[in-house]
């Protein structure tokens, strides 16, 4: 039934969270806010005595935010410096504030390292003080949907651009259509815009998703010939990063 899917939709989009700038204004990219903490996450694992706890990410001040450079995806936040308030438990084996200094290091270094998102400010808030911390529970993958191939050969030669570039996992559909790669705008003409191109995918543990974005950019813009005249504006939306 139509209310059951879009029901499903609007559960889908809150397990996402926002969708957050990736980089500068110009580099014409967004993350969403689950993938982005869960490699927050993983590097927070990693600091002794500390347990995170409930993460969220947004604009670290809303009057500071500026325009996208090209065609957001929908519900997308503008561009501009971002905010990480955690949550966290401790042990006492070192003082809580050195334990929080430590795990706001580590969420800043992989934010900006692994991610490449502009970072003002990371808050920590110690919730709960730990006897010990208990062992994490298993990581259950998370069911993605399979990329079928398109017919149409404009889509499909974005698809195979995509792809080829290093650190691209898999196309990785998630904003309520099963195509990754979605091909928008007029036919061109004289004084006409030209398409606008935006493609989600899932970007490999071992590459900063921000550089991936960029080269994705530049191989689909420089690579595949669309209808119009001008140029094809670029959005790249990275839904998960992973292995």
Do not use: F, K, N
């Amino acid at each position: 039934m139509v209310t059951d899917r879009l029901a499903q939709t609007v559960r889908e989009q809150l397990r996402l969270g926002r969708l957050l700038p990736l980089g500068a204004r110009e580099d014409g990219a967004w993350i969403t806010e689950r993938a982005a903490s869960d490699v927050l996450g993983r590097a927070a694992a990693e600091v002794p005595g500390a347990r995170l706890g409930a993460l969220r990410i947004g604009p670290a001040d809303p009057d500071t935010t500026g325009t996208p450079a090209v065609p957001p995806p929908p519900s997308a936040l503008p561009p501009g410096p971002l905010r990480i308030a955690a949550e966290c438990g401790a042990t006492l084996e070192e003082p809580l504030p050195v334990t929080a200094d430590r795990l706001r290091d580590v969420l800043l270094d992989a934010a900006t390292d692994r991610l490449g998102l502009l970072v003002e400010a990371v808050d920590i808030r110690v919730t709960e003080v730990l006897d010990e911390l208990p062992a994490p529970p298993p990581r259950a993958p998370r069911p993605h949907r399979i990329e079928s191939p398109d017919p149409d050969p404009a889509t499909a030669a974005v698809a195979r651009a995509v792809t080829s570039v290093p650190g691209v996992a898999r196309l990785a559909p998630v904003l309520g259509s099963p195509r990754a790669v979605r091909i928008e705008g007029s036919e061109g003409g004289e004084g006409g815009e030209g398409a606008h191109i935006r493609i989600e995918l899932a970007v490999a543990t071992a590459h900063r998703a921000v550089d991936v974005a960029r080269s994705v950019r530049a191989a689909v813009a420089q690579a595949v010939p669309v209808p119009g005249d001008q140029p094809p504006t670029v959005a790249v939306l990275v839904t998960a990063v992973e292995p």
